[in-house]
């Protein structure tokens, strides 16, 4: 960390934590990024802790952090990050606020147009249940999928169709979306989507009566997770899914 450039510990501090996060190491992850913070010239307004929180189920945690960062984030980058957190935490309204003001002011950029906003569109169409809807928000994304613009990426597109399909009981489309991700790392990196898409795979191998693959793509998530945080909801979920499913398993023996 020690390389004199102004700047750059507070930079490797939010990307340990970024791959704590992906391990579901949650309580390091958020002291790495607070110690991040408190280096930071203007201090806090990083939102990607946010919206990592927002996608394991700390829901709480992840509007109280955006309620924080709304006047923080002055840039373009930030401000797309803090649309998506507050979709996916459930902030309807803020969201569609900050999300106008996003299309409103960049109305030429592709990025903007076509890859941001129809994910955060989305993500709010999913939170109320308006799956068909959320899949026909993406179309636009899908020849974006893998690029890789320069605020949240990783395949976001792909991940929240998946979502909406999963929640549609379509396993098959949702498998396709979620495998996008496994099959990219090179895009996706230790972002924590990235892990969870093997828990989003487990269940739509579930929906669709694959157990044998399902029990491997629960597997091949906890193993990531073997040493994550117990109180993170989506983790309880995970493995209580699994031990449902081998105790079916077993009794079907």
Do not use: C
Not at 49 to 61: C, H, T
Not at 80 to 93: M, N, S
């Amino acid at each position: 960390m020690g390389d004199g450039q102004p700047g750059a510990e507070p930079v490797l501090l939010y990307e340990r934590s970024g791959l704590e996060a992906y391990y579901g190491r949650f309580h390091h992850a958020i002291a790495l990024a607070k110690k991040a913070d408190s280096l930071r010239p203007t201090g806090g307004g990083d939102t990607f802790p946010a919206l990592r929180d927002a996608e394991v189920g700390n829901s709480a945690r992840a509007r109280r952090a955006a309620a924080k960062a709304f006047n923080k984030a002055k840039d373009r980058n930030e401000q797309l990050v803090l649309a998506l957190v507050l979709a996916r935490a459930g902030e309807i309204g803020q969201a569609q606020k900050l999300a106008d003001a996003l299309g409103h002011n960049f109305p030429l950029d592709t990025a903007v147009q076509n890859y941001y906003l129809p994910t955060i569109r989305a993500a709010m169409k999913l939170h109320e249940k308006d799956l068909a809807g959320a899949v026909e928000v993406l179309r636009p994304t899908v020849k974006y999928d893998l690029a890789s613009p320069d605020s949240f990426n990783s395949l976001y597109p792909a991940y929240i169709r998946g979502l909406a399909y999963l929640q549609m009981g379509e396993g098959r489309l949702a498998t396709v979306e979620f495998q996008k991700l496994l099959d990219h790392p090179g895009i996706v990196g230790r972002e924590v989507i990235g892990a969870l898409s093997h828990l989003q795979l487990a269940r739509a191998h579930k929906l669709m009566g694959n157990q044998a693959a399902a029990r491997k793509s629960y597997k091949d998530f906890l193993t990531l997770w073997k040493d994550a945080d117990s109180d993170i909801p989506i983790y309880q979920q995970a493995k209580a899914e699994y031990a449902r499913l081998r105790a079916n398993s077993n009794r079907a023996d």
